[in-house]
C-alpha cells in the first residue's frame, strides 16, 4: 500500500507538477521560445518557425539543405547514414545534379556541402553563408533584382556564431526569403 501512495505522489509530483512548473517558468521567462519561436509576417500570419527548416521550390528564393524527411518534425527517427552509405552517395549525387541544372556555368566542386547534404537534425533552417552566395546568380536571373542586391541581403541576414565562438556563420533560409519577398512586391 505504502509504495501505491510513493508511486502516486510521484507521478503527480514529477509526471504533473515538475512539467507544469518547467512550462510556467518558460513560458514566463522566454515566452517566443517557448512557443516555438514563430515567425510572423508583416500582416501578423504565422510563416514559419525560425527552429525548423521548410522547402522552397520556386526559383525565385533561397533554398534551405535537403532533407530526407521533407521537413516533417514527427519523422525526426530515420537512420543517420554513414558517408560511404551507397544510398547517402546516390542521394548526394543526385541532389549535386540538381543543383547544377538550376545553376548551369557551375561545377560540383562548387557545390556548397551544406546544399547536398542534410543536416543531423533533417530540419535546420540554415544554410553556410556560402550556400546563399552560391544560389544568387539563379535567384538574380528569377527575380530580377541585381546580383550585388542579393549579396547585401544575404550579408544582412548572416548571423554570427553563438558568443562569438561557437558554432559558423549562417543565414536563416527563411528569414532571408521573407525580406526577398519584400524586395519583389
Known amino acids: 500500500m505504502k509504495s501505491i501512495r510513493l508511486a502516486i505522489?510521484?507521478?503527480?509530483?514529477f509526471g504533473l507538477g515538475y512539467p507544469a512548473l518547467m512550462t510556467g517558468i518558460a513560458q514566463a521567462l522566454f515566452p517566443h521560445q517557448a512557443n516555438g519561436s514563430i515567425v510572423y509576417s508583416d500582416e501578423n500570419k504565422a510563416v514559419g518557425s525560425k527552429l525548423i527548416g521548410q522547402s522552397f521550390q520556386d526559383p525565385r528564393y533561397f533554398h534551405g539543405r535537403i532533407s530526407?524527411?521533407?521537413?516533417?518534425?514527427?519523422?525526426?527517427?530515420?537512420?543517420?547514414?554513414?558517408?560511404?552509405?551507397?544510398?547517402?552517395?546516390?542521394?548526394?549525387?543526385?541532389?549535386a545534379e540538381e543543383w547544377l541544372k538550376k545553376n548551369p556555368g557551375k561545377t560540383k566542386e562548387e557545390i556548397p556541402l551544406d546544399l547536398i547534404t542534410n543536416s543531423g537534425s533533417?530540419?535546420?533552417?540554415?544554410?553556410?553563408?556560402?550556400?546563399?552566395?552560391?544560389?544568387?546568380?539563379?535567384?538574380?536571373?528569377?527575380?530580377?533584382?541585381?546580383?550585388?542586391?542579393?549579396?547585401?541581403?544575404?550579408?544582412?541576414?548572416?548571423?554570427?556564431?553563438?558568443?562569438?565562438?561557437?558554432?559558423?556563420?549562417?543565414?536563416?533560409?527563411?528569414?532571408?526569403?521573407m525580406e526577398l519577398q519584400k524586395l519583389m512586391e
Open 68 to 95: 530526407s524527411i521533407n521537413y516533417d518534425s514527427a519523422a525526426l527517427g530515420l537512420p543517420n547514414y554513414a558517408p560511404s552509405n551507397e544510398e547517402m552517395i546516390q542521394r548526394t549525387e543526385q541532389a
Open 9 to 13: 505522489v510521484m507521478i503527480l509530483l
Open 122 to 177: 533533417r530540419l535546420d533552417p540554415h544554410i553556410s553563408p556560402d550556400a546563399a552566395f552560391f544560389q544568387v546568380p539563379a535567384v538574380a536571373k528569377a527575380t530580377g533584382l541585381s546580383e550585388e542586391q542579393l549579396k547585401k541581403l544575404v550579408n544582412k541576414h548572416t548571423e554570427g556564431r553563438m558568443l562569438g565562438i561557437f558554432g559558423e556563420l549562417r543565414v536563416n533560409v527563411l528569414k532571408l526569403n
